[in-house]
C-alpha cells in the first residue's frame, strides 16, 4: 500500500475520486465512479458536512474514514470501486479493525479515526 501525501493510508474513495481528478478514467470508468459517488452521496451522512473540520490536515492529520461492520450494503458497493482501483493498477487491501484509532466523527454506518498507521501495514 502507498502512503498518501497527507501521511495516511487514503480508502478506496481517495483513490478512486484521485484517479478521476487526475483524468485517468475511460468514460465508462467515469460514469461508473460518478454514479456509484453519487448514490453514497445520497445514502449516507458525509463526515464533513456534519463536521467540517474532521479531514483538516491542520486539525486531524491522518483522518480516515471506516465503514461499520453493519453497513453491509454500504461495503457490498465497494467492488466496483475495487475493480476500478485494480484497472488501474492502484494497489490496495481490505482492513478490518475493531478498534481503527481514535473516534473524530461517528454515525449509524461509518466512524473517521485519527490513525497513523492502519492495522496490519
Do not use: T
Not at 483522518?63 to 458497493?77: D, N, P, Q, T
Not at 470501486?81 to 478490518?96: I, K, P, T
Request: charged content about 25%; overall charge negative.
Amino acid at each position: 500500500m502507498v502512503r498518501h501525501p497527507r501521511g495516511h493510508f487514503p480508502g478506496v474513495f481517495v483513490l478512486a475520486n484521485e484517479l478521476a481528478a487526475q483524468g485517468r478514467l475511460s468514460e465508462e470508468q467515469y460514469r461508473f465512479w460518478r454514479a456509484a459517488n453519487d448514490w453514497y452521496d445520497a445514502h449516507y451522512p458525509n463526515p464533513s458536512r456534519v463536521d467540517p473540520s474532521v479531514y483538516d490536515p491542520a486539525v486531524h492529520p491522518g483522518a480516515v474514514a471506516w465503514f461499520k461492520a453493519s453497513a453491509r450494503e454500504l461495503i457490498a458497493r465497494v467492488d466496483g470501486y475495487l475493480e476500478l482501483l485494480a484497472a488501474h493498477g492502484v494497489e490496495c487491501r481490505r482492513l478490518e479493525s475493531s478498534d481503527p484509532g481514535r473516534i473524530l466523527y461517528e454515525d449509524a454506518y461509518q466512524v473517521v479515526v485519527a490513525a497513523e498507521e492502519p492495522p496490519g501495514a
